[in-house]
């Protein structure tokens, strides 16, 4: 490998990337516009209609092969869709593109992750996530592989140390030079052993629409094989009759919108959320921020914004005596000079005290997140910067209300203090000795002998936009929780400056056992001096109570909370680690967005919901009255034209118009549940009202062409009474979409009678449709009545006894 100071050279860098040494990415998701034209074109239920239309075409029914053309729009929408929202990420992805800094030709350069090439020398500083196996060669950094062990130990790295791809790092800075890249790293090969395995982690609707499906797929075949031998070789009816029986009873059954609904839906989200900026890592995480009733925020960066300025450097007494102040202002800027830390703390410092780098740094610790604490080791002392709580411990009391009083105006306080060895033992050097130089603190200060010197106070801008959106999150009944690595008073006066309600419930996270984080996360809104752990187990309590939690966050100290969240969000301007470890990302790091994500997932799911609803209906109907024809060997009373009609007017045209309809309505209770039980009253009047006109007709004599014309217009009258049940409240927009649908199917019903099988309405199937049409009122009055105390029942039981709001169904004739 060639010289690690000065890197690759460019000639060299550009021959291994040819030789297929390059740090290829493996893509964790996305499709190819040919397997999405696959996914669309070549599926099961398309594989069923296929057959159907070419029995249809042999039994010479050629007007019940009007199902084809919606089936192809189908699949030409859900392939047009699937690759407009593919081609919107890959745009948005190549903007977001990670980078990091290597070195070639001797300088620093910004590569992409995908151009580094085996031998690669790359910079690392906090935040970077390591994108392939590396060896540290220059420096010392501390390195966090929770995301890859589980365990939220920092681990420290000096030359010669391995560095795995997946872990990122905490603090420091090194040279390291890559060592196995692309598929070979460790994150490719765990991510090749994930791709093969099932994926368990697809949100409820999902799963739940995947049931409904399943179970389709299963029945339809030995139904549709006992209808066609009961109507052929027990009725005696022809091929040519008993084959447009039994596919009208198929097509019924076949919920093969379902699906089509669910990409479409989802795929406009994709296309809508791109364009505000926001990429999705993961698409369930539309539905489940649909879902959440809790928020755990960052204060930097999320609430405020992300900049960081010093606001002032005051000595320890709370004065500013001149000369005093300008010698340890230029030991500050000697300390910032040594510490590798890159994060925006270490910037506003940088801009308030230039490095001057006029004495000379013998050792250093970086800051770590889990102790608040960075040390310098100088050849004339030993210097802490980090918060006042953890540095000077034991004198904390003595300058507490000055702290208090610079925290209570929101603004964030850092100590520097000198630094005299500890109580365990350790050398305490005389503080007026010539040489204080002693070995540099790496842990807990219990005991250590500390005197505080500056304190330094710094300030975030709050986020212009952060009142209302916070506003936003009370009108829709989600918590917000604020969890800080900042004093809790600080951080509750800058979440009463944003709006957030409760602010002034706050509490010293550092003063909390685990057994008490419980309890907390019921009492308290904000949480200061938060560990990366505790951040962790502050939402696995959250999720314990039955919340559903979204974690944001841009740092790499809320990566291990981001990851047990039910969804995680990511500031695009924060670290790698961070974006990377993210289901949602936002593009602009615009905290301002959440609202139109969670907007957007309620759309989805509430709209889904609904039109599920009506597929269900025309579904459950189909089979309990394909079963009542086979038990009571009875011809099928439907066509597949007017199957076709119904569906078209009942479900297709008004659920398309539905689920673009805003719907900021709280998600609750179980998807599968919800649907089936609000698609039982209507499926059950249908069922009911059409197998007691088939009697009817059979013991009376009627038509058998008046019973199937009778059975359509009951089962669109039907269809439209539970249109207006699921649209309640009815407004504008609602009223137009039923009432259009209701014209256009008395149009189709009129102009295209012979293309939907309507070619005769005698006055017998006039009063048959009439009486029985009144008869379906109280039915289906009574039954929505029975089945909305159900859902209640159900729904609180899988609850576990919480009581789910209830949404009172009005019922609309």
């Not at 392939?132 to 929770?146: Q, R, T």
């Not at 520097?416 to 007026?432: C, H, L, Q, R």
């Amino acid at each position: 490998m060639d010289n690690t100071s000065t890197g690759l050279s460019s000639v060299r860098a550009a021959e291994l990337l040819q030789q297929g040494k390059g740090n290829t990415q493996i893509e964790s998701i996305g499709k190819t516009n040919r397997e999405i034209i696959r996914e669309n074109i070549f599926t099961y239920f398309n594989l069923i209609f296929f057959i159907m239309a070419i029995l249809l075409v042999i039994s010479g029914a050629w007007n019940s092969l009007t199902f084809l053309p919606v089936i192809v729009c189908n699949a030409l929408i859900g392939i047009f869709q699937g690759i407009k929202a593919k081609n919107i990420l890959d745009r948005l992805k190549v903007l977001h593109q990670t980078t990091v800094t290597a070195v070639r030709d001797g300088e620093e350069t910004i590569v992409h992750v995908d151009k580094l090439v085996l031998g690669d020398v790359i910079v690392l500083t906090a935040g970077s996530q390591i994108c392939a196996d590396a060896v540290v060669v220059e420096g010392e950094i501390s390195v966090n592989e929770a995301l890859l062990t589980g365990e939220a130990d920092e681990i420290n790295k000096k030359p010669g140390d391995e560095l795995m791809s997946g872990s990122f790092v905490v603090s420091g800075r090194c040279l390291a030079q890559l060592t196995r890249v692309g598929q070979d790293s460790y994150i490719s090969k765990l991510m090749l052993k994930a791709k093969k395995m099932p994926s368990s982690e697809q949100s409820e609707m999902v799963k739940s629409i995947n049931k409904i499906v399943a179970f389709a797929g299963l029945i339809i075949i030995p139904v549709g094989i006992l209808l066609f031998v009961q109507s052929f070789y027990i009725q005696g009816n022809s091929f040519a009759e008993s084959v447009p029986s039994m596919v009208a009873a198929l097509i019924g059954m076949i919920p093969e919108g379902l699906y089509l609904l669910l990409s479409i839906t989802l795929g406009l989200s994709t296309i809508r959320l791109a364009k505000q900026k926001v990429m999705l890592h993961d698409m369930r995480s539309i539905e489940t921020l649909a879902r959440v009733d809790t928020i755990c925020v960052d204060k930097t960066g999320t609430i405020t914004d992300n900049s960081m300025l010093v606001a002032d450097a005051v000595l320890s007494d709370g004065s500013k005596e001149p000369e005093a102040l300008d010698y340890y202002v230029n030991l500050i800027a000697d300390y910032i000079g040594c510490v590798p830390d890159d994060n925006i703390t270490m910037h506003a410092l940088e801009d308030y005290f230039p490095i001057r780098n006029s004495r000379t740094c013998l050792s250093f610790h970086p800051f770590s997140s889990k102790y608040k604490y960075s040390g310098v080791q100088f050849k004339d002392g030993t210097y802490l910067m980090g918060a006042p709580e953890f540095i000077i411990q034991d004198e904390y009391a003595n300058y507490k209300e000055l702290i208090d009083s610079y925290a209570q105006i929101g603004l964030r306080v850092l100590c520097f203090a000198s630094y005299f060895g500890g109580a365990d033992g350790s050398e305490v050097v005389d503080e007026n000795a010539e040489n204080l130089s002693i070995e540099l603190p790496n842990g807990v200060l219990n005991g250590a002998k500390t005197r505080p010197l500056v304190f330094i106070l710094l300030q975030n801008p709050i986020r212009e936009n952060a009142p209302a959106t916070f506003a936003y999150f009370k009108k829709q009944g989600v918590d917000v929780k604020v969890i800080s690595g900042d004093n809790p008073m600080t951080v509750s006066n800058v979440a009463f400056n944003a709006g957030i309600e409760n602010s002034d419930k706050y509490v010293d996270a550092s003063t909390l056992d685990d057994a008490d984080i419980p309890d907390a996360v019921r009492t308290y809104t904000v949480f200061g001096r938060v560990s990366p752990e505790q951040k962790q187990k502050i939402v696995k309590a959250l999720k314990k109570d039955g919340h559903t939690v979204a974690m944001t966050g841009d740092g790499v100290n809320d990566i291990l909370a981001m990851k047990d969240a039910d969804c995680s969000v990511a500031m695009a301007a924060g670290s790698d680690a961070a974006v990377q470890a993210a289901q949602v990302v936002l593009m602009d790091s615009d905290f301002a967005n959440m609202p139109k994500i969670v907007a957007e997932g309620r759309r989805n799911i509430n709209n889904i919901e609904r039109t599920a609803t009506l597929f269900l209906v025309k579904n459950i109907f189909s089979l309990f009255l394909a079963l009542f024809s086979i038990i009571n060997v009875l011809t099928y009373p439907l066509q597949p034209s007017q199957i076709t009609m119904v569906s078209l007017f009942n479900i297709g045209i008004p659920g398309f118009f539905l689920a673009m309809e805003p719907n900021n309505r709280r998600i609750e209770g179980h998807f599968l549940i919800k649907v089936l039980l609000k698609a039982m009253p209507a499926a059950l009047t249908d069922f009911l009202a059409i197998a007691a006109l088939v009697v009817f007709g059979n013991t009376f004599g009627v038509d058998q062409t008046d019973v199937s014309v009778a059975s359509t217009f009951l089962l669109a009258i039907v269809g439209f009474i539970i249109l207006a049940n699921i649209c309640y409240p009815l407004n504008a927009y609602r009223l137009r979409v039923i009432g259009g649908c209701i014209l256009g199917m008395i149009v189709a019903a009129i102009v295209f009678n012979d293309l939907f099988s309507i070619s005769h309405v005698s006055m017998k199937c006039a009063m048959l449709f009439v009486l029985f049409a009144i008869a379906t009122e109280p039915f289906m009055r009574y039954l929505t009545m029975f089945f909305t105390f159900v859902e209640s029942k159900v729904q609180t039981n899988f609850t576990g006894g919480k009581k789910i709001t209830s949404h009172k169904r009005n019922f609309v004739v």
